[in-house]
């Protein structure tokens, strides 16, 4: 089970309308420029044990106490960091369509935030959806019940047969260990299965002493826009008895993210030599992202690190417009989570 959680820092989002390739207008081609957003895959596991029904006698035959009351516990047992795109309200730039440049189209995820120019992007990785491990069948008390233990007429009565059973079977199971057994299995094979149906059934017994255990694991989704270098910001909070909730709610501890920018800005792309020696003012905008360090803790530890570019940290790359002019035509791929470019191709015109 997935659940996703928007945390926007610095940052309110409107209502997004749906781009099919790029939004066309009387002069050109509209797009967006991107805000990088920080992605945490978090990993709950919810542990939940039922009492068992003879429970009050677990202490007087097995000298162990057992659940009295249903009770449900929560632990992070994992994060994973990724990025996803958001659109920049503030970066929107259109593409002339004329007869002096060879822009033919421009390809745009489904927010209108410039994914390729003259080609189609490739389809973005998707991140591999999780999956719990499949839960085990439980098992069934009844089952292993004897006629006796069935037909008894209150839980005292219940209770010191099946605990008598549940003794039985382990004294079996030391004499198979003992080779003493009445019926020896004739292969390794035989003992193996003789030695699975004993544990089985004694587990299937103990449920009405000691209650049963049930395990899932849920992974949250909790997307958050840095806008700036940022401290202690409570990215989430997460309670042993409720689970993982949002960042107002105070009856979680609180989880700090700290966005720390590392003064670094990608490379520009290399262009064409003929494009360095001319000029065109056509205005094609990418980005040239920088690099940030996001870290993820608690009071007592951290918990995860991520290093990651993000086009908010970084700056606006004007791109020669004679990429695209009487001498050159030009295809671009831009990474969609950063807007820097990823991939140009330029192949001079006859």
């Known amino acids: 089970m997935k659940h996703i959680l928007s945390t926007l820092i610095l940052a309110a989002l409107t209502a997004l309308p749906v781009y099919a390739g790029s939004k066309k207008e009387a002069e050109g081609l509209a797009y967006y420029l991107p805000k990088t957003a920080v992605r945490m895959h978090v990993l709950v596991e919810k542990t939940t044990t039922e009492p068992g029904q003879l429970n009050d006698y677990s202490d007087l035959y097995f000298k162990t106490s057992a659940p009295q009351v249903t009770t449900t516990d929560y632990r992070i047992v994992g994060v994973k960091f990724g990025t996803a795109a958001v659109r920049d309200e503030n970066q929107r730039y259109v593409v002339n369509i004329d007869n002096k440049h060879s822009v033919l189209n421009i390809d745009c995820d489904v927010n209108g935030v410039l994914r390729a120019i003259n080609t189609k992007a490739p389809k973005a990785k998707e991140e591999p959806a999780f999956t719990p491990a499949p839960k085990a069948q439980p098992l069934n008390p009844r089952d292993y019940m004897s006629q006796d233990i069935l037909a008894a007429g209150n839980l005292p009565k219940m209770a010191q047969l099946v605990a008598q ?45 000691q209650g049963t255990t049930t395990v899932d694991t849920t992974e949250y989704v909790i997307s958050i826009v840095p806008e700036k270098e940022m401290k202690r910001i409570v990215a989430f909070r997460f309670s042993k008895k409720f689970g993982l909730t949002t960042a107002d709610d105070l009856s979680g501890e609180p989880y700090y993210m700290d966005v720390t920018d590392e003064n670094q800005t990608a490379e520009p792309p290399a262009v064409h030599e003929i494009a360095k020696k001319q000029k065109d003012d056509m205005e094609l905008a990418v980005c040239l992202p920088g690099k940030i360090s ?52 330029t192949e001079p015109l006859d």
Request: glycine share 8%.
């Open 294 to 345: 996001v870290t993820l803790s608690n009071a007592n530890k951290k918990i995860g690190h991520y290093d990651m570019w993000a086009a908010q940290f970084g700056q606006v790359e004007m791109l020669n417009g004679s990429l695209f002019g009487k001498k050159l035509t030009s295809k671009i791929v831009l990474d969609s989570a950063t807007g820097a470019v990823t991939e140009l191709t």
């Open 165 to 209: 059973e549940i003794y039985d079977v382990r004294d079996s199971r030391n004499m198979l260990s003992r080779g003493e057994a009445d019926f020896m299995p004739k292969d390794g094979e035989q003992l193996r299965l003789m030695y699975d149906q004993l544990n089985r059934q004694e587990r299937a017994l103990m449920q009405l002493f």
